[in-house]
């Protein structure tokens, strides 16, 4: 069973940035599409990024045009950089699978806030 661990998070002001990385087990990384996923207090978890194993990729609204996803095969790890951050990012992120399978890791914790 994959095992995922999400890094990264943290108290950013707006209009700031960070970097989320998530690190997977398995010898099989390459071959799956990959997104990352957040979940605020009270609301459902949803899709805000994702890439293919080709390297394509799909962004929510929310988020496009500040958010880039991208992978590294030989290090079986997916990031999230995420620029121009505002109050409504403020979510615990996680990774997984796209469609998600099997067990979710812990998250990380982004804090947007002044």
């Known amino acids: 069973q994959v095992q995922l661990v999400e890094s990264g998070g943290g108290l950013v002001q707006p209009g700031g940035s960070l970097r989320l990385s998530c690190a997977a087990s398995?010898?099989?990384?390459?071959?799956?599409?990959w997104g990352w996923y957040r979940q605020a207090p009270g609301s459902q978890r949803e899709l805000v990024a994702g890439?293919?194993?080709?390297?394509?990729?799909y962004y929510a609204d929310s988020v496009k045009g500040r958010f880039t996803i991208s992978r590294d095969n030989a290090k079986n790890t997916v990031y999230l950089q995420m620029n121009t951050l505002k109050p409504e990012d403020t979510a615990v992120y996680y990774c997984?699978?796209?469609?998600?399978?099997?067990?979710w890791g812990q998250g990380t914790q982004v804090t947007v806030s002044s």
């Open positions: 997984n699978k796209q469609p998600a399978s099997g067990s």
């Open positions: 398995g010898s099989i990384f390459r071959i799956y599409y």
């Open positions: 890439i293919s194993s080709g390297g394509n990729t």
